[in-house]
């Protein structure tokens, strides 16, 4: 009975023990960095290059060379996409994680609400030179409006549009569109015998979000107010929807079949000739790679209704990148912020963007001739006059799932032959803002 | 020091050797499942991810969100529910069928039986995500072989039909869960099968039963029991599958095509509601605990009605 009762107690406080420290773990919500471990940190960075390896081998060197001037060793782990967002929930969930990681930077204000990232106060800014050193657009994109930062750009990205230059020239269009008027009228004269004037990805949720959210802009719409309330029902984010999907539906310079892609599929059909133009973030790796050689195609910036890009309503790129972030229970604080202040130091800024085909966040590092050529000259340009990041809310990822779903649905409408009007659009987005409201 | 009466000894041993198996059973299972149910109490957003203990308790407000049938999320999580329970009992039938039917064909000795054994099996021993990726190029409607076949070779169809977009997903899915799954019923019926004893359909044989009478009388009872236990191993995979309709659909299944899986994961953990999220995959494991004691019930009863 005695080793029955023994049994049961053990058992106990065994499962008592693994529930502790499932949900405290680590240091308290309280406690922010220490400098316990002056000697070593651990890097999640996310994957950058074609694949993991690859992004070991870039980064690799540069870690070696953060040594020799710090004497601090960097133990590097290289996190596919896919997971990157899971685990950085386990790690900020059991307390117990990296010392210096990346984050889309999409996810900065829901990251800043955990509070999981050690905020960048002016304090922590001055240890690597200052605010001032990065665009303005970029700094906007790292946490809730009239917070302190959760984290620093490090790579930056905005979406271009590029054509192909021998269709335009059968279709004898002579110079590529400024205005979205213009884009349909290029898209209608080249949409025939099979071949499509615009190419989109009707179910990646995330991409549906960036285009929904420039053409939000420019009909004066946000996603949200200043309170932070959903209100995706205005009649400026309804018109921005709408023409968007009016694309396939109205204008038909989209293919149908569009409204089911979702794995990339548009841009190897622009890479094959099947469509025109399409609109995309740094895409010439990825050309390269289905065969398309670079004087094959042109960039030019995504069209605004003024024809010249800007801030406010002609603004024509939402701004993506990844930035970098120094995770609260460090046991390296002092090590992290010289981590994160060789990261985005001029030298490294230039040669990591250089690798990856992004634009440096940092204005210095922008002087490169490598960001003044023919597709980088126009993404640079656009991050510094005419980006604007997503809206920077604690509730983005609902957003992005509830609203993004609504046009995969709508483009699924549009393909099937369904009418899509004002009404329906509405429809879809008040359901979808119903959904945040839960 | 005294020693134990030699009964209790004995009695404990049993005990004392179960215990390792007892506390890793515990630890592996049974902690994060209570776990998951206090979650389900409770209003955890990413808010408080950081210290989810400080999250506040909300008693029944996820379970009442999730069952309010009238507001949109219970409304969507129950035609979710519908969808899934149709899917099930298609997907789990037409297993069972296709699975039985091959093993009884191939139980026959015939050349290539082996060859044909082993190319069933495949669509097991291939990884989920490959296998439903290469569907999900396949089903694609500009590009994709299905479309090529039904309307550009056999010209079943009109205009190329979208499958993986609006009603047709259902479909979509059906065949690819059903491709998945049926050469696990296979394999089992195929086991099953070397079990019953030669003599039986011999003696039949004798007696001048066909071979339709020999299956009705001979084989389909012999498989009962394994039927027992594989129809409900088939429903419960299918049931709670959320590899298939993920790497075929994404983020956001298709409404014809909405299984629970996924529906719960897009409204609650892609959107970092993971309270509402543990309260639905409960209100799931209660659903699937008492269909499960159900038919256990029903069956060996109607078992035991058999045997006497």
């Known amino acids: ?124 800014f001055d240890k690597i030179g200052g605010r001032d050193r990065f665009v ?31 269709m335009f020239k059968d279709a004898g269009i002579s110079r590529p569109p400024t ?7 290029a898209g209608k004269r080249v949409s025939k015998d099979g071949k499509w004037g615009l190419g989109a990805e009707g179910g990646q949720l995330a991409n549906n979000i960036h285009q929904a959210f420039v053409l939000g802009k420019q009909h004066g719409a946000d996603f949200f107010d200043a309170a932070g309330k959903p209100s995706f029902t205005s009649d400026g984010a309804v018109a921005a929807v709408k023409q968007y999907v009016d694309f396939m539906a109205k204008d038909k310079i989209i293919a149908p079949g569009n409204a089911e892609y979702g794995q990339n599929q548009s841009l190897r059909d622009f ?39 800007g801030s406010g309503r002609q603004t024509n790129s939402m701004l993506a990148g990844i930035n970098i972030a120094v995770f609260k229970n460090t046991h390296n604080l002092n090590g992290a912020q010289k981590f994160v202040k060789f990261m985005t130091g001029d030298a490294e800024q230039k040669l990591l963007n250089k690798t990856y085909g992004s634009i440096p966040p940092v204005r210095a590092a922008q002087q490169d001739p490598a960001f003044d050529r023919q597709d980088t000259r126009v993404l640079r340009e656009t991050l510094t006059r005419s980006a604007a990041p997503l809206p920077q809310v604690a509730d983005e990822a609902q957003f992005e799932t509830s609203v993004g779903t609504a046009i995969k649905d709508l483009f699924a409408d549009a393909a099937a032959g369904k009418p899509v009007t004002t009404g329906s659009v509405k429809a879809r987005l008040a359901k979808a803002e119903q959904q945040m409201a839960q | 020091m005294r020693r134990l009466p030699v009964r209790l000894r004995r009695a404990g041993l049993p ?76 997907a789990v039938g037409l297993c069972w069928l296709l699975g039985t039917a091959a093993a009884v064909f191939l139980q026959e000795d015939f050349r290539g039986r082996g060859l044909l054994r082993a190319v069933f099996l495949t669509p097991y021993a291939l990884p989920v995500y490959a296998a439903v990726i290469t ?24 205009g190329r039909p979208f499958w993986l ?48 009478r020999q299956l009705r009388r001979i084989t389909l009872p012999s498989l009962r029991p394994v039927n027992q236990v594989l129809v409900l191993v088939l429903f419960l995979w299918t049931f709670n599958d959320f590899n298939t309709p993920y790497v075929l659909f994404g983020k956001a299944a298709p409404e014809a095509a909405d299984l629970l899986s996924v529906h719960i994961y897009q409204a609650s953990f892609a959107t970092w509601n993971f309270g509402t999220g543990s309260a639905m995959s409960v209100l799931l494991l209660l659903f699937l ?13 109607g078992r035991k009605h058999a045997d006497g």
């Open chain 1, 1 to 124: 009975m005695r080793i029955l009762r023994a049994a049961t107690v053990s058992a106990t406080v065994t499962a008592l023990a693994a529930m502790a420290s499932g949900c405290g773990g680590g240091t308290g919500p309280g406690g922010g960095g220490s400098n316990d471990s002056p000697r070593t940190l651990t890097y999640w960075a996310s994957n950058q290059g074609p694949d993991v390896e690859a992004d070991k081998k870039v980064l690799g060197p540069e870690l070696k060379k953060f040594e020799r001037q710090t004497g601090i060793k960097v133990k590097l782990e290289v996190i596919p996409w896919p997971d990157l967002l899971n685990r950085i929930l386990a790690a900020t969930t059991s307390g117990q994680g990296p010392d210096v990681l990346n984050i889309g930077n999409t996810w900065s204000a829901s990251l800043q609400a955990t509070g999981a990232l050690l905020p960048w106060d002016k304090g922590a």
């Open chain 1, 136 to 166: 303005a657009p970029a700094l906007g994109a790292t946490g809730a409006a009239g917070k302190d930062p959760a984290a620093v750009p490090l790579y930056s990205l905005t979406y271009a549009l590029y054509y192909n230059k021998q």
């Open chain 1, 179 to 185: 205005t979205w008027d213009e884009l349909v009228a």
């Open chain 1, 271 to 309: 890479a094959t000739g099947r469509t025109a133009m399409v609109l995309w973030q740094a895409a010439a790796t990825t050309f390269a790679a289905d065969g398309m050689k670079p004087t094959d195609w042109g960039v030019v910036p995504v069209p605004v209704p003024s024809g010249t890009p």
């Open chain 2, 15 to 90: 005990y004392l050797l179960l215990l390792p198996a007892l506390l890793l059973e515990l630890l592996v299972h049974l902690v994060p499942m209570v776990i998951g149910v206090t979650m389900s109490f409770k209003e955890l957003t990413h808010l408080f991810l950081g210290n989810w203990g400080a999250a506040p308790w909300k008693a029944l407000g996820n379970y009442r969100i999730s069952v309010d049938v009238n507001a949109p999320v219970g409304a969507a999580l129950l035609h979710s529910f519908w969808v899934t329970c149709v899917f099930s009992v298609l």
């Open chain 2, 135 to 158: 569907w999900a190029f396949m089903f694609q409607r500009d590009n994709g072989l299905v479309n090529h076949v039904l309307h550009d070779q056999l010209r079943l169809t009109d």
């Open chain 2, 165 to 212: 977009l609006g009603d047709n997903s259902f479909y979509a899915l059906l065949v690819v869960a059903v491709w998945k799954t049926w050469p696990f019923a296979f394999l089992v019926v195929m086991a099953a099968l070397q079990n019953i004893p030669r003599d039986l359909y011999e003696a039949a044989a004798l007696d001048g039963a066909g071979r339709l």
């Open chain 2, 289 to 301: 605990l008492v269909v499960t004691a159900a038919y256990l019930l029903a069956t060996s009863r």
